[in-house]
């Protein structure tokens, strides 16, 4: 009888461990697994009654895994999917009726849909790249219970600091395009060599970790100020309080969406996959919404907390007005660290207290409120005057062809300051002046990329395609080639790549042999040992000589195994 049919007979004797705290579903079937050293396959089987993918976010088939294990673990299917699944953070500020939707396709046998009616498709946020951890948990882990596990805390996108440990996360060497029909074992793949997910100095720690508290506050159900009915609304009302009403309660987007790129920065917000691109970005229909849309709970966290900044510490900031203040005025070299000193303070019609600050390098302008990460640097809210230094930067931008509103984006000012600058410093640009400059940046680009393809470089350069596609579509549709690259590799290609990595197998078994410290040789730690990615295990149908090494060598114990706590 095979190992297979054998499982699917006993069923009802599938006891997959409990669950430690915040445990993922995926982590604890990966650690059943890797603990009664089983292949995936019969397990998928058993658990579920068929051949499911292995999900990190919504796994599906839960209503046949809650009847096949009810009686040894004592979870319905109902509990799996809120307490060991992404499915609570998602389905935060849902409709009722669509998050019960999601759930019984989650319950159900056809999931693959969800990822798009619950709002996580990728093409609004992106997800992390690869599962994180975080160093400091797993070392606890390892030392309380001899094994660590993957938290939901660390795979919520936009997620990128523990809570707990104030630590920015680690990638593992496993990536959600690797699921398929495989499990990865957080204590084999979370290891010392893995690099964090952002260096420290290209993000605001205090930032991150705001955004990864209130991302756990919304997977745990924390009530927030944030109703869930009409959330929509509370932001406006919420944006009206902050000061961006106009004339008849209209709201000033493009005032809000300034204000809201000088609170988190553009690094920050690309890093996120949330950056305010064009003329229609999210913010905008988010806020002025035409029809009906799911929001990625992301970008509701990220208004939440810029609203919410508005009424805490940074604008009470403010109060101390004999204080100095640091220049935000980055293209002058200033001899003092805070040259700032407000002149005048006045209360707005909504009630915020704004100050007007002269320096001596040129600027004179009125702000509200002050950064996040440095409580002494004021945010612009208009400027009455630019210091020269800045205006000869706009000069030099405006002659790279960039628009207003991008300059007002990257030099975190409210457009309308821009725009009156502008008019101020230029002359109007001829229009074939402007077209010529577009050619040659295209031009440029197009030589950057291979074959000069039209669309390589028309991804590498969106906002250049738009504008020369409006101005000067006849010759932008000569430029360039648009021969596309053949996918996929050829059987030689297939057969070379077999004998080397088959080698590089073959002497990183050798080498974990004769390391001797190892524990048990699993393939996942000799694909990585061989410096070979994950994805490998799912294309060994193509590599026969791989898949030989990997049957001869994995499974063997060195000398010295310890055995690890088995929790079951
Ligand atoms: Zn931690
Ligand atoms: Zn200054």
Redesign the pocket.
Same mark, same amino acid.
């Given at each position: 009888m095979s190992a297979e049919s054998y499982l699917q007979g006993l069923a009802m004797f599938v006891q997959l461990p409990v669950p430690y705290h915040d445990e993922v579903l995926y982590s604890v079937i990966a650690r059943y697994i890797s603990h009664l050293e089983l292949q995936p396959c019969p397990v998928t089987r058993a658990l579920f009654g068929r051949m499911i993918k292995a999900q990190i976010r919504f796994p599906g088939g839960l209503g046949a895994l809650a009847a096949r294990t009810y009686f040894s673990w004592g979870r319905t299917a109902n509990e799996i999917a809120n307490d060991l699944t992404l499915f609570p953070y998602f389905a935060r500020y849902l409709e009722p009726e669509r998050a019960d939707r999601c759930l019984e396709l989650m319950k159900g046998d056809c999931c693959t849909v969800v990822h798009a009616r619950i709002g996580a498709s990728s093409r609004t946020v992106d997800s992390p790249r690869n599962l994180l951890f975080c160093e400091q948990c797993r070392d606890e882990d390892i030392s309380l219970y001899g094994e660590t596990y993957w938290r939901r805390a660390h795979l919520l996108p936009g997620a990128l600091v523990c809570t707990k440990h104030e630590q920015v996360l680690l990638n593992s060497s496993v990536s959600p395009r690797d699921r398929a029909w495989l499990y990865f074992d957080a204590t084999a793949c979370a290891q010392e060599s893995c690099t964090p997910v952002i260096s420290k100095a290209d993000i605001d720690t205090s930032m991150a970790l705001a955004v990864s508290r209130r991302s756990q506050e919304l997977l745990y159900g924390f009530p927030l100020d944030w109703p869930a009915a009409n959330v929509i609304g509370s932001y406006r009302l919420a944006a009206a309080r902050c000061g961006f009403a106009r004339r008849l309660r209209v709201l000033s987007l493009p005032d809000i969406a300034a204000a809201f790129h000088a609170f988190y920065g553009e690094s920050y917000l690309t890093l996120l996959g949330c950056q305010l691109s064009g003329n229609g970005h999210w913010l905008r229909k988010m806020l002025e919404p035409s029809r009906p849309v799911i929001w990625h709970p992301l970008r509701h966290v990220l208004l939440q907390l810029f609203f919410e900044s508005y009424a805490n510490g940074s604008v009470l900031a403010l109060e101390r007005t004999s204080e100095s203040w640091r *220049?935000p005025?980055p293209y002058?070299q200033?001899e003092q660290p805070f040259?700032?000193t407000p002149y005048l303070l006045k209360t707005r019609k909504n009630g915020l207290r704004a100050l007007s600050a002269r *320096?001596? *390098?040129?600027?004179r302008f009125t702000f509200s409120r002050v950064c996040i990460s440095d409580p002494r640097l004021p945010i612009i809210d208009s400027v009455r005057d630019f210091?020269p230094s800045w205006a000869a930067k706009l000069k030099d931008m405006r002659a790279s062809g960039l628009g207003r509103r991008k300059i007002a984006s990257q030099m975190r000012l409210p457009y309308a300051s821009i725009v009156k600058l502008v008019s101020e410093i230029e002359p109007i640009v001829e229009l074939e002046q402007r077209r010529a400059l577009l050619r040659a940046e295209w031009l440029e680009c197009l030589s950057k990329v291979p074959e000069a393809n039209r669309r390589l470089a028309r991804l590498a350069n969106k906002g250049l395609y738009e504008k020369l596609a409006t101005l000067d579509p006849d010759w932008l549709s000569m430029t360039g080639t648009t021969r596309t690259k053949l996918r996929g590799l050829s059987t030689e290609d297939w057969g070379i790549r077999d004998n080397q990595w088959a080698e590089r197998l073959e002497k990183a078994a050798d080498k974990l042999w004769q390391l001797g410290s190892v524990q048990r040789i699993t393939r996942t730690k000799l694909i990585l040992e061989a410096d070979l990615k994950l994805w490998t295990l799912s294309k060994l149908k193509h590599l026969p000589r791989c898949r030989l090494v990997l049957a001869n060598r994995v499974g063997k114990c060195s000398r010295n195994f310890p055995s690890r706590a088995r929790i079951i």
């Open positions: *220049c005025n002058f200033h040259p700032i *320096c001596p *390098c040129g600027m210091a």
